[in-house]
């Protein structure tokens, strides 16, 4: 869920402004693969105009770390619900801006054709 | 590296493709930016269909997309064949609750139906799947330790690439039913409601949860029906497990002395979020011999752990490796309302040497634990000296001997204790090096070096058979096929030494007036390359998991060397030793090149590569003689050898693997 965080602002001013220094997004990322999010103020139970706000991921790479070849197959054999060799995983690192790792990303796995189109999209 | 659990599942028909989105599961990263995503493809009847479609991974951030993997393949087990009604959907009732306590109880009821919706009685169901976090990469990696409890003291350590089996916080269920997997039948109702608990769980997680139904009399696998696919938020109460204190090093137990089996209380306290014990909990383990070498390492912390020790470089790999056990006896009614629990565990493999163990409640797992098992033996003697050709004996009338062979003069040695008695069933290592790599610790003959100072300049072990025979009941362990396996022609003195002795054992060096000499290759050439090796040494590149070519049949014309295998990766060197003590676990009794202890599979970018090729015939044999000789005069040896399929696995898009024919080597 995101919300926004500070975002009850300080007194106006003379001139009957405020600025909210720190306004933001308690999580990074989209939702629901939506960039964007409208943002509308209010005083006193008095609206203004809705502004639009664009949101720009913080993530710059998604490296494969290791991803296994041999995947194994859900048939109900109790091989996978043993603590089998079988059972393999992929290692991804998201990383940001000068490479610094970024924490608490959602990865999700896609299966692709070898042009990078996802399987079900066919 | 933290992460959560997902299942890649879609589903494929027989003949064609059809699929599923995966599910939404969300993977977050840890702190260093990795999230360890679990894969496995779920309902796949037929992974023909799938294998024939070039499938491959991207991973997804936010709509920043990786680069596409290489080809994956879907691996399909059986299921066995039982005679089920016609159902073919088990159609939710009561899902499972969204949150469930690891060891509490909790239920699923389905219904049943035909492919008309009707109920279907005597159907089986059973659970088939969770989705799980665990560690499975951090298996093989370098790792030593030692134990002592004393401070500023010099022990002999064992080290290696130790290769955990152990899974890191999985999902697993209390074992129940039949296959030890929760299931029920159903009624004429076609309801079935099935009863499970989870034994184990990582400290925060999801499972993902499937119930199949098993397959017809006429098809074995796979499960011909299944419910929906079910989230359930795990919740562990145990969030730590420690071991003599120790939460975030490895920590020591204690020595024991051979021959006595070696039992030891351990103290383990289990802590919950809060770090408040947690009641009514026990513990299993899984225990390791740890490939053994000769190292040191000045301990002066005055701390009983060892999480930072850095040994100096190995020397010989000792020890088989193998997997062994610990026994466990605790009390049925588990940990106190503090969390302590003290068990008494008995190893299971008798002899000297250094295990590690891991102990498990509810899934979360403690450090690594080791245990460090003194041998009795104290000093050694040379009863035999070893000798390479007799004179005359050889082809150039030279006392030497060439790679690949054994000495002319297989050593001895005989074991004693503190007391001087002699110690039967134990081994000897044994190395060489020149009297150069040797200088500074073999001056003093009437005082032999200890070992620590032996190990500051290394001794290339290059012989062949390194392990002795058991000692006898006089003590005497006698070799019968050392001999060198690589390193330069030379002439060099067998260091004999004992690992897991007194940290004040002695090495023992052979006569220096009898040194053993060694001939190697001056050159050497490799007659027939594998496809799509242009030239030896050269990088090829090719799909991970495709191989390269089959029967592959090299014939060497060399002098004096010992053909070897080598996949050359970056940072690593990985090869099949001729020596069985070095085979990984995992390939053992497979013949397959593995990685060789020596050379961890770890990479410093966290990367394991594979690579496998069976053995037909031939490896690591000794040279044959031909009546060919050289240009300048020297004859030439063959060695042949053949190898079926090389291939590797779990690289990366791009990478390159060298595949090498060593000849002339020095390690």
């Known amino acids: 869920m995101k919300h926004l965080e500070n975002a009850v602002s300080g007194t106006t001013d003379a001139n009957g402004e405020v600025t909210m220094t720190d306004l933001q997004f308690s999580v990074a990322g989209t939702t629901s693969g939506s960039r964007e999010f409208k943002i509308k103020y209010v005083c006193d139970g008095v609206y203004g105009p809705l502004s639009t706000v664009t949101v720009s991921t913080s993530v710059q790479e998604v490296q494969l770390r290791l991803v296994p070849v041999n995947v194994p197959v859900l048939t109900g054999s109790t091989a996978l619900n043993s603590e089998s060799a079988s059972q393999v995983a992929a290692s991804v690192r998201v990383l940001g801006a000068n490479k610094a790792p970024l924490v608490g990303k959602f990865v999700k796995p896609v299966l692709v054709y070898s042009s990078g189109t996802a399987v079900n999209a066919q | ?667």
């Not at chain 2, 049943?112 to 989705?131: E, I, M, N, T």
């Not at chain 2, 009390?331 to 040497?353: C, E, H, K, R, W």
């Not at chain 2, 009297?435 to 610790?441: C, E, K, N, S, W």
């Not at chain 2, 003590?475 to 050392?482: I, K, M, P, S, Y």
């Open chain 2, 1 to 667: 590296m933290s992460g959560f659990a997902v299942a890649v599942v879609h589903r494929f028909a027989a003949a064609s493709i059809s699929y599923d989105a995966p599910e939404g599961v969300p993977l977050t990263t840890g702190v260093d930016g990795l999230a360890s995503v679990p894969l496995v493809l779920n309902y796949l009847r037929n992974s023909s269909a799938f294998n024939a479609s070039d499938i491959r991974l991207r991973f997804d951030v936010d709509g920043v997309s990786s680069v596409v993997s290489n080809r994956i393949i879907g691996v399909q087990r059986s299921l066995p064949s039982t005679t089920a009604p016609p159902c073919v959907y088990l159609r939710t009732v009561t899902p499972p609750p969204a949150s469930v306590v690891v060891n509490q109880t909790f239920s699923v009821q389905l219904m049943a139906v035909d492919a008309q919706g009707l109920p279907c009685a005597g159907a089986r169901a059973r659970v088939a799947f969770l989705g799980e976090v665990f560690d499975l990469y951090v298996g093989q990696r370098a790792w030593q330790g030692a134990l002592t409890a004393a401070t500023n003291t010099r022990v002999v350590v064992a080290c290696g690439c130790l290769s955990f089996p152990f899974q890191q916080q999985v999902f697993k269920f209390v074992p129940s039913g039949p296959t030890g997997y929760p299931e029920a039948v159903s009624g004429a109702d076609g309801l079935v409601t099935i009863h499970m608990a989870m034994a184990s769980a990582p400290v925060a997680g999801t499972a993902s949860l499937v119930v199949v139904g098993p397959g017809t009399a006429s098809s074995l696998s796979p499960a011909n029906y299944y419910s929906d696919s079910f989230r359930v938020q795990v919740v562990n109460p145990v969030q730590q497990v420690l071991v003599g204190s120790h939460a975030n090093t490895v920590a020591f137990i204690q020595a024991g002395e051979f021959p006595a089996n070696l039992t030891m209380q351990v103290p383990i306290r289990i802590l919950d979020g809060d770090g408040n014990g947690v009641k009514g909990v026990t513990v299993s383990t899984k225990m390791l011999g740890v490939p053994g070498c000769m190292s040191y390492f000045t301990y002066n912390d005055g701390n009983p752990q060892a999480s930072t020790l850095s040994g100096d470089q190995l020397v010989t790999p000792y020890g088989d490796g193998q997997n062994t056990y610990a026994t466990l006896t605790q009390p049925a009614t588990g940990s106190d309302p503090n969390g302590f629990l003290t068990i008494t565990m008995q190893v299971g493999q008798s002899y000297p040497g250094l295990y590690a163990a891991v102990f498990d409640a509810f899934g979360v797992r403690s450090v690594v634990a080791v245990v460090y098992w003194l041998s009795p033996v104290a000093s050694i003697e040379i009863v035999r000296q070893p000798a390479t050709w007799a004179p005359g004996d050889s082809e150039d009338g030279d006392q030497v001997t060439m790679l690949g062979n054994a000495f002319l003069t297989q050593p001895a040695v005989r074991l004693l204790d503190a007391d001087g008695d002699p110690v039967e069933g134990m081994f000897v290592n044994a190395a060489f090096g020149t009297d150069g790599l040797l200088a500074g610790v073999t001056e003093d003959t009437a005082e032999a070096p200890v070992l620590p100072d032996l190990v500051r300049d290394p001794i290339h072990n290059l012989l062949g058979t390194r392990l002795s025979e058991p000692s006898d009941a006089n003590g005497v362990a006698r070799f019968t096929q050392l001999g060198p396996f690589d390193g330069l022609t030379g002439c060099y003195r067998v260091a004999f030494f004992h690992l897991y002795a007194d940290p004040d054992f002695k090495v023992v060096f052979s006569d220096a007036s009898q040194p053993v000499c060694v001939r190697n290759a001056d050159t050497y050439s490799i007659h027939s390359q594998p496809s799509k090796v242009t030239s030896n040494g050269s990088p090829f590149v090719t799909g991970v998991g495709t191989s390269v070519q089959r029967d592959y049949v090299s014939t060497f014309d060399a002098a004096g060397i010992v053909a070897r295998l080598a996949m050359v990766d970056r940072y690593i060197n990985v090869f099949r030793s001729p020596h069985p003590e070095v085979y990984s676990p995992l390939y053992e009794g497979n013949y397959v090149y593995g990685s060789n202890l020596l050379t961890p599979l770890y990479l410093d970018n966290n990367v394991c590569v594979y690579f496998g090729a069976t053995v037909v015939e031939g490896d690591c044999t000794a040279l044959q003689r031909t009546s060919a000789v050289t240009a300048e005069g020297d004859t030439v040896y063959t060695s042949t050898f053949t190898m079926n399929g090389i291939a590797w696995d779990n690289a990366l898009p791009g990478d390159e693997l060298t595949l090498r024919i060593f000849g002339p080597l020095v390690l």
